[in-house]
Every structure is written in structure tokens, then in C-alpha cells.
């Protein structure tokens, strides 16, 4: 069958696409009902369906015989490690780590919080919590304490597990002066917290209050996997929004675990038994679903690597995995590859690795400028397949098919085309469908496929007010972008205040909020512009109190040590630019959109709204002259 056959059928008939999907996982009660449209563009999947996404990704492995293949692979050149990790016995760790959750009290619904490095007891922390249906929250570890306790808040986490440190490059972060802080700057105090105590760095704990991980695993009656309904919440995963709050993404297990099988075999293209690498973190959804579930209910080897692309020894960090591992693809973000040739322009280390094993090379999370991907494919001689997906809908968008027989050809700057259930619609801000290469704002037509999210944590206004509020009928991703005459689509980036710094998104109103509360500042926006390493950086625009006299560099000074201690080294806040005043409509509002078109170098429009037009040259002219650099 063609791409456009099969494509097109995911879109006539969805119920019956997807309950045929639903056949390939193992369900306890395989549900009868695929879709189920409710008024109001509300709809759900699988509603009797019953399953257990640890059971899928674990233990069913075991029980087909096949529990001597490795689940991961752990590589740590920060922690001088290598482990291989069979799924007999992944099942062991993940069912007695279950058993101490479930002794302790942790039930079914209860929330925890995973605030842990790049090491397998998060996976086995995140397992153990579909296994007896808890709801893990993952926060990557570059976040600081303020935003851990906003989400342990959020979330009303019962239980903490977290590491005694993490290592970045050659510095140890230790974890639990966060962790401790963090608790302290909540509200909603957790039961308990568990620490894996690592030998680089050994925390001290409170005894009323912390436990050891292996004193906590031990003598323990491991848990079996329990049934859950199909919509009950596997995990939350917050993600940065417009506002300051971040969004609480939840994610179901059934329509998940369906999506995931059909994006691991079909558009990764990989099957059991094949080694897989997802070269990201476990605190961002690509970690979630394909460094974890994804590539375990599909049965392959999953990398799972904590280091750097750079300097960990060095910058063939990347190409000892593949050879060492014999890895068959993998799927990274830009920015990585940018770090690499920036240290090895021509590829010297590539030459010292038997590289062969690797079919093709995902890329996603940020934009693939044409001149990495040039580099890259002479480089490794293999297809570069650039992928747009988010947060919110868990699995790709847009991809080729890579487990199809014709996958649609890659073409440059597009992110390829549809994958299925995905009907995307370019739409003008008043909601007509643009023309074919202009650019709109990139909708997906409701209802979403499964895996997709429908819900923000305790906020069901919240999703409908962020996603589908603007454009009746449809989802609205956020990103900007247009079509080609053969449906591909292109990606342009954002049309809101999120942006995309070394492939994480981040959210500038949040930046905003700390750099706000400074004694100096009267008001302030923070902007994304170009940065040739990391996509994007932040700088911030600040408006001074009348009065106040401080010196630029100490102002910089401390509001930078302000973000990164609010929010974390992770924003890359670093340059601060006094102006003497915002662009702003006569009502008072700052025009946001039109400082992303300067910052962006993009051709804009001043509204007729604006109270005072030249401020946009003198902006424009600062950001050419003192983002030279970027
Ligand atoms: N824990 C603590 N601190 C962290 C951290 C973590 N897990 N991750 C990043 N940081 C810190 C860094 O140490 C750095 O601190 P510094 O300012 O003191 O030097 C700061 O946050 C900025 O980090 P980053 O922008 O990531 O730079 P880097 O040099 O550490 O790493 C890359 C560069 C390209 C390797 C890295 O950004 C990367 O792998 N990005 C891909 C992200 C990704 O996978 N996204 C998902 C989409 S596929
Ligand atoms: P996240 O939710 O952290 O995965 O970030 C999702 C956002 O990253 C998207 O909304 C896009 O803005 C951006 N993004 C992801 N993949 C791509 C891509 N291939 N090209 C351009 N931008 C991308």
C-alpha cells in the first residue's frame, strides 16, 4: 500500500484504523470502542480497553522468552560505567522497586516525582510507576528548586525519588540540596524521598525523611503489574507554555502505548532485537517515549547514555556509541551535531569508528539548519530524516515512514509529511486555510490520534483555552510553518512565547517574571534571538525604575545568577540590554510578536495600535549591533 493509501485510511476511517493498531499490544481487556466523539470537540480512545504499560514494556519480553535480550545499554563516560541491562533483568529491579513504592503506601493515581540524572534507576523508577499505575512526573535535572517545587505543588506529589548527584561534563551537581529546597518552597510536603546514593558524591540524608534507595529495595516482595483502564494518566510531563506556569501534559496508557508502537516500527522503522538510540534526557518527552516505552514494548535495545556529544572524552562521543553499540538509528536534536562539528569541522573522529550499523539519523526538537544537515549527511553518508513533533502530542507529526515500503523522500527544511491521524491544516489567523507556500499558523483538525495529550494537570480549562481556543475545530500547535504543493510541510518556528534553547523549550513569559521582580526594573520583555550553536538564546530588554542607577554589568550580573536560580543553568540567560522603553500598543500591551520578527531578522508590520513607532528602530538597531555575536 501506498504512503497516500495508508495515510488517507488513518483519516476516513479512524475508528477502525486504530482498533486495528490496538491488536498489535497485548491488552488484559482489548477494548471494542477505538474512538468515541463527545460534543464540544471532546473525544477520547480506547475507553474500555485495559492494559499495563510496564507489563508491555517489560514483562511480556520475559515471559515470550526472550528475557536474556538487553533492554538497555547504560553508557555513562561522566560516571566511567557501561552496564547492559537484560529485560529478566529489568522485570527484577522494576517489580522490587514497585513492591517498596507500593509497601510504602504509593497507590494507584498517587503522583511522584522523578528528579534523577541520566541513570537506569530513573527508568526503573519511571516503570515501577506504571507498574502499580502511579503517576510519574519526570523534571530533567537542569531545572532549579523553584521549579521543582512548582511542580512537586502541582502534581501534590506524594513520593520524590532523585540521585545524590548528577555530572555535567566533569562537575558534580549534587542533587539534594535542590531536592531539599525545593521541598522547603513547596506547599504540599511528599511522604518521603528516595535517594540513590551515587559513590561521586554521597548525600546525607535526614533519616525521618529520606531513604536510601537500597535500603529502601530491600527484602522486598516485588510487585506484580496491576490492570489499569486505558485513560487512566501514565505519567505527567510538564512543558513550558505562553505564561509562566508550566503546563502539566498527562498522557494515558493505552493510546499511548498504540501510538508508540506504531511510531517505533513505522516511522523509526526499527523492530525487536534492533539497537535503538534516543540521545536525549528522560526529563523531555523524547526520553519518555523513546529513550524508555517506545523502544521497550517494541522489544529493542535501548542506549541509554549519560554524557555529553562533546568532551566526554571527547568529540567522538557520539560514534563510539554507534560503533561500540552497533546502534541501527537514533534520533537527536541539531544542536548536539552543531557542538560536534564545531569541535571537529571535518570529521577526523568519524574515520576512527566502524559506523556501519547505522540506516539513517532522526533529527528533531528545533529547527535543522541546511548547513548541519549538509555536513552531517557527507559526513555519516546516511539519510538525515528530519521529524516535527511536541511535548503535548508524544510522537511524531510529521516523519517519513521509515518501516513503510515507499517512506516519502526527505526534502530540505521540511519536517516530511503527515504521519497518521495527523491531518494538519495551515490556517490564517482568521481561520481560513492558506495558500500552498505561504505561512500560517500549523494546526492539527480534531479529533488527535492516540498518544496525542487532551488534558493539562487539574486544569481542563487550561488545555482548551491553550490548544484549541483560537481556532474552532482544530489543535493549535504553537509553531508557524506552510505547505508545499506535495503536502510536505515546513516549520518555521514559533508564534508564541516559547523558545528553543540547545533543543529545550522554554518559556520567555516565565524568565520574564524573574527578571520582572528585580528592585532596578520598572518593566521588561525577554525575546529568543538566533544563536548559531544553540538555536536560540534569551536576552532581556529591561526598563529601568525612574531613578535608579545601577551599572549595566552588575544589573546583567545579577539578573542572570536570578534566572539561572529560579529556573536554572538550562535557560542560557546571559545578556540583558537596558532600553528606554517597550513597544507597546496604546492600551498598554507590549508587542510581543513584532520583537520575535526583529529578533528573528524578519520583515515586520508596525500596527497602527502602536503608541510610539520609533522605538521598534531603536530596537532593531541595538539587537543588530549587540547580537552580532549570536
Ligand atoms: N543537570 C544540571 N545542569 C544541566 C543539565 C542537567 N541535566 N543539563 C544542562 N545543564 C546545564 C549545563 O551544565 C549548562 O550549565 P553552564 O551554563 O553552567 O555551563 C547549562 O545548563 C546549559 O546547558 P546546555 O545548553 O544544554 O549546554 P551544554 O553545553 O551542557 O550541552 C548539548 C550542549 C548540545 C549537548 C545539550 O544541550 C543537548 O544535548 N541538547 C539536546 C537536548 C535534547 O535532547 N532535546 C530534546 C529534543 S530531541
Ligand atoms: P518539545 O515540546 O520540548 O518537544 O518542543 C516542541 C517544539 O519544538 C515544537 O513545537 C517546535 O517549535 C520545536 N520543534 C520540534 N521539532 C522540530 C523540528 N523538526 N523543526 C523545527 N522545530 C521543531
Redesign the pocket.
Known amino acids: 500500500m501506498s504512503y497516500d493509501q495508508q495515510y488517507q485510511q488513518s483519516l476516513i476511517d479512524p475508528n477502525g484504523y486504530w482498533l486495528d493498531k490496538a491488536k498489535q499490544i497485548s491488552w488484559y481487556k482489548m477494548p471494542s470502542i477505538g474512538l468515541n466523539e463527545k460534543s464540544n470537540d471532546g473525544y477520547s480512545w480506547f475507553d474500555d480497553g485495559v492494559l499495563n504499560t510496564c507489563y508491555l514494556a517489560v514483562d511480556q519480553h520475559v515471559e515470550k522468552g526472550r528475557g536474556n535480550q538487553i533492554a538497555f545499554y547504560y553508557d555513562s563516560p561522566a560516571a566511567q560505567v557501561k552496564q547492559q541491562i537484560s529485560y529478566a533483568q529489568l522485570q527484577q529491579q522494576v517489580s522490587t522497586f514497585a513492591g517498596a513504592m507500593r509497601d510504602l503506601g504509593i497507590v494507584k493515581g498517587d503522583r511522584v516525582i522523578i528528579y534523577m ?1 541520566m541513570i537506569p534507576q530513573a527508568a526503573i523508577a519511571m516503570l515501577a510507576c506504571a507498574r502499580i499505575g502511579a503517576v510519574h512526573s519526570v523534571v ?3 531545572f532549579a528548586a523553584h521549579e521543582l517545587a512548582i511542580r512537586i505543588d502541582d502534581a501534590q506529589a506524594k513520593l520524590i525519588i532523585t540521585a545524590s548527584c ?1 555530572i ?1 561534563f566533569d562537575r558534580i ?1 549534587p542533587y539534594q540540596p535542590l531536592v531539599n529546597k525545593a521541598i522547603q518552597l513547596a506547599v504540599n510536603k511528599p511522604l518521603k524521598t528516595i535517594v540513590l546514593q551515587r559513590e561521586m558524591s554521597l548525600a546525607e540524608l535526614d533519616v525521618k525523611q529520606q531513604i536510601s534507595w537500597s535500603e529502601f529495595v530491600k527484602n522486598v516482595i516485588p510487585a506484580d503489574c496491576i490492570a489499569v483502564k486505558s485513560n487512566d494518566p501514565l505519567y505527567i510531563l510538564y512543558t513550558s507554555g505562553t505564561t509562566g506556569k508550566p503546563k502539566g501534559i498527562v498522557r494515558d496508557n493505552g493510546g499511548h502505548a498504540v501510538a508508540l508502537k506504531l511510531a517505533f516500527n513505522d516511522i523509526y522503522g526499527m523492530s525487536e532485537g534492533d539497537v535503538w538510540w534516543a540521545a ?2 528522560i526529563g ?1 518527552v ?1 526520553g519518555h517515549s523513546f529513550i524508555i516505552y517506545g523502544p521497550l514494548i517494541c522489544g529493542a535495545s535501548s542506549v541509554f547514555y549519560e554524557g ?2 562533546i568532551r566526554t572524552p571527547d568529540s567522538g562521543a557520539f560514534w563510539r556509541i554507534i560503533n561500540e553499540y552497533k546502534v541501527n538509528s537514533m ?3 541539531p ?2 551535531f552543531r ?1 560536534i562539528r564545531k569541535e571537529d569541522p571535518i570529521g577526523e573522529y568519524v574515520k576512527k569508528y566502524d559506523l556501519t550499523s547505522l540506516r539513517w539519523v532522526f533529527v ?2 528545533e529547527k535543522l539548519d541546511s548547513s548541519t544537515y549538509q555536513w552531517l549527511s557527507e559526513l555519516l553518508q546516511v539519510p538525515i530524516l528530519d521529524h516535527w513533533w511536541q511535548t503535548e502530542t508524544g510522537w511524531p507529526m510529521t516523519a517519513p515512514m521509515m518501516g513503510w515500503d515507499n517512506p516519502a523522500p526527505a526534502r530540505l527544511g521540511s519536517t516530511n509529511k503527515c504521519t497518521p491521524g495527523y491531518d494538519i491544516k495551515v490556517l490564517s489567523i482568521e481561520g481560513e486555510e492558506v495558500s500552498i507556500g505561504e505561512v500560517g499558523n500549523i494546526c492539527l483538525k480534531l479529533p488527535l490520534p492516540p498518544g496525542a495529550s487532551t488534558a493539562i494537570w487539574n486544569q481542563p480549562d487550561r488545555y482548551k483555552d491553550a490548544y484549541l481556543s483560537l481556532f474552532k475545530g482544530y489543535y493549535h500547535t504553537g509553531d508557524g510553518g506552510y505547505k508545499d504543493d506535495d503536502d510536505y510541510i515546513y516549520i518555521t518556528g514559533r508564534t508564541d512565547d516559547v523558545i528553543n ?4 523549550r522554554l518559556s520567555t513569559g516565565e524568565m520574564e517574571e524573574v527578571v520582572s521582580t528585580h528592585t532596578a526594573v520598572a518593566e521588561c520583555a525577554v525575546i529568543g534571538v538566533h544563536d548559531s550553536l ?1 538555536g536560540q538564546i534569551p536576552i532581556g530588554l529591561v526598563v529601568l525604575k525612574a531613578g535608579v542607577e545601577i551599572e549595566i554589568d552588575q544589573l546583567q550580573r545579577e539578573l542572570v545568577a536570578d534566572v539561572r536560580r529560579q529556573i536554572g ?2 535557560a ?1 540567560f546571559k545578556r540583558v540590554f537596558v532600553v528606554q522603553r517597550l513597544p507597546k500598543t496604546r492600551s498598554g500591551k507590549i508587542l510581543r510578536a513584532v520583537l520575535r520578527k526583529i529578533a528573528a531578522n524578519e520583515t515586520y508590520q508596525a500596527p497602527s495600535t502602536i503608541d510610539d513607532p520609533a522605538i521598534l528602530q531603536e530596537i532593531e538597531q541595538l539587537l543588530s549591533t549587540e547580537c552580532q555575536h549570536a
Open positions: 540524572p530533567f535535572g537542569g548528577g555535567e551537581i536525549s534526557d523531555w523524547v555529553k556529544p534520533i537527536c536534536a544542536t548536539a557542538a528533531a526538537g534553547v540547545s533543543g529545550h544553540k543553568a538550562l542560557c
